[in-house]
């Protein structure tokens, strides 16, 4: 194990995991053992962590260049995996690149190799043909999420990838389900096949609700309003039911927030920051958000349109139920529209008439216009929110530290209080801007 790897140990304590978990135990031993790997297992089991464990520990501190590429379905899935190495203090650099941020900044970063590139399909196969970085020492391919990547249209690009990197040895494909066969373009001779990829302790509970009205928005709100601050995700088709449900629930006083493929990559990561820190309990999403998010467990999901393919309503399903846990997934259904062959449910469940006032948050989230370049950490903000801001610990909730901005929760009682007495006031040697998004 090479000096510049903490021991597990010390990275487990690091990320504030207690033990690994069953898949992750076995996913270990596997991949230090064999070259080419197919992992399945529920989203939100700890794959990222399965896999980056023991390829890690194959990283060669004296090579000066890529060693492993992560290939990922979505932007949110490679920031979250590119956050994780780094908060595992492994000192090997990770990047992440994808589509909507700047060629030019992606090939900044990348003249300081990484040893390990994470990145969406299309960014990856587009460095490669434009040789921004050498493949010579790539030796390990990490396809994550590779059917969904091959579901929305990524398989030139994925053919492309894997054509270009010649001396691949370690080939690793992980996934909820097998959904999809394996290309031939992957590479795979034999893989060694770990599959938890049905969870029989879940505890999941399954229910045909009722819907009164042909668009379910009213009833939608009076499901919400039942299940009050538990945290969950309602799936959507399409994004314009998401913005004419959005406009309903603000009107009932619902706190929520929307996540959809036509959403700015910067929004979409501050929705998930508001959901992560309980600004929001609720989010409206596509089935962008089915899979490979960095969130919570969830409560329950509801889908209040119902994908049209068995599998998304499984991913669906797996946000919620994981690792053993109990949940609770709602289909809103108007009884005259057909339910898909799919749906094995018969019996409806009526929603109570009683109205239900919406709880209000505990929280508001507050930006902060400085990060880790400005040598700031959590600890300083911490300080900073309590010796100036005149706060006590309880009104401090999560706090997410960006390379140039931070996230707090900040309880709403005294967040104006705070926004007032500390915008453009010096944290750490630096002028920062307070606001709330």
Known sequence: MSQVIKSQAKILQKLGIKSLNEMQKEAINVIEENKDILLLSPTGTGKTL????PI??????????????????????????????REMGSGYKANAVYGGQSF????????????????????????????????????????????????????????????????????ILTSATQAVDIPNFVGFGKPVVIDYSIDKKANLNIQLIEAHTKDKIEDLTKLLEKLEDQPGIV????????????????????????????????????????????????????????????????????????????????????????????????VLHWKGAKLPSYIKLKEFVSLQNEKNEPSLNKWTTVFISGGRKDKISKGDIVGFFLKQGNLN????????????????????????????????????NKKVRLNTI
Do not use: W
């Open 50 to 53: 399965a896999f980056l464990l």
């Open 235 to 330: 799936f959507c088709n399409f994004k314009n039911s998401i913005q004419k449900i959005s406009d309903s629930l603000t009107d009932a006083g619902i706190s929520h927030g929307c996540f959809y493929g036509g959403l700015e990559q910067k929004d979409r990561e501050r929705v998930l920051i508001q959901f992560r820190n309980g600004t929001h309990k609720v989010i409206l999403a596509t089935d962008l958000a089915a899979r490979g998010l960095d969130i919570p467990e969830l409560n329950f999901i509801v889908h209040f349109q119902l994908p049209h393919y068995e599998d998304e309503f499984i991913h669906r399903n797996g946000r919620t139920a994981r690792m053993h846990a109990s949940g609770n997934a709602y």
């Open 393 to 428: 610990i309880e009104q401090i909730g999560l706090i997410e530290l960006k390379t140039d901005c931070a996230f707090v929760a900040v309880d709403n009682e005294v967040v104006h209080g705070l926004i007032k007495d500390l915008n453009n006031t010096k944290l750490k």
């Open 56 to 85: 890690l520990n194959e990283l060669k501190p004296d090579i000066n260049a890529v060693q492993a590429i992560i290939v990922v379905p979505t932007r949110e899935l490679s920031i979250q995996i590119e956050q994780v190495i």
């Open 104 to 171: 030019s900044k992606d090939r900044t970063a990348l003249k300081h190799p990484p040893a390990l590139l994470v990145g969406t399909p299309g960014r990856i196969a587009d460095h490669l043909r434009r040789e921004t970085f050498s493949t010579e020492f790539v030796k390990t391919l990490i396809l994550d999420e590779f059917d969904k990547s091959l579901e929305i249209g990524f398989d030139a690009d994925m053919m492309d990838i894997s054509e270009r990197l010649k001396k691949v040895k370690k080939r």
